[in-house]
């Protein structure tokens, strides 16, 4: 399975950026998918996951939307309002059960980075 994201850029504070992130792969189901992000020594931290329902970190509650399409293997993240502590490299993260192999686990893309000026 491989995970193509993009959207990401440099916007300034205040302004919108839209990413999107494709998967391709001998993919049986999609069992959920999300967003995360990671800024320079900072851990990897959940932004948001769609599965049944979407779930949104603290920091981006009302200010980002998750979508996805899993008919067309998408995830997508709309974010508004942004902030400079936003600044950071985003990746998507698909958890798929696949035919070949035949297993269930989570993938990544490569990630965008998007950086916020005040």
């Known amino acids: 399975v491989q995970l193509q994201a993009s959207g990401g850029g440099l916007v300034q504070a205040g302004g919108s950026l839209r990413l999107s992130c494709v998967a391709s792969?001998?993919?049986?189901?999609?069992?959920?998918m999300g967003w995360y992000r990671q800024a320079p020594g900072m851990q990897r931290e959940l932004v948001a996951v769609?599965?049944?329902?979407?779930n949104y970190a603290d920091s981006v509650k009302g200010r980002f939307t998750i979508s996805a399409d899993t008919a067309k293997k998408m995830v997508y993240l709309q974010m508004n309002r942004l902030k400079p502590e936003d600044t950071s490299v985003y990746y998507c993260?698909?958890?798929?059960?696949?035919?070949?192999?035949?297993?269930?686990?989570?993938?990544w893309g490569q990630g965008t980075q998007v950086t916020v000026s005040s």
């Open positions: 993260n698909v958890n798929a059960a696949t035919w070949v192999p035949r297993t269930v686990k989570d993938y």
């Open positions: 792969g001998t993919i049986e189901r999609i069992n959920y």
């Open positions: 769609i599965s049944d329902g979407a």
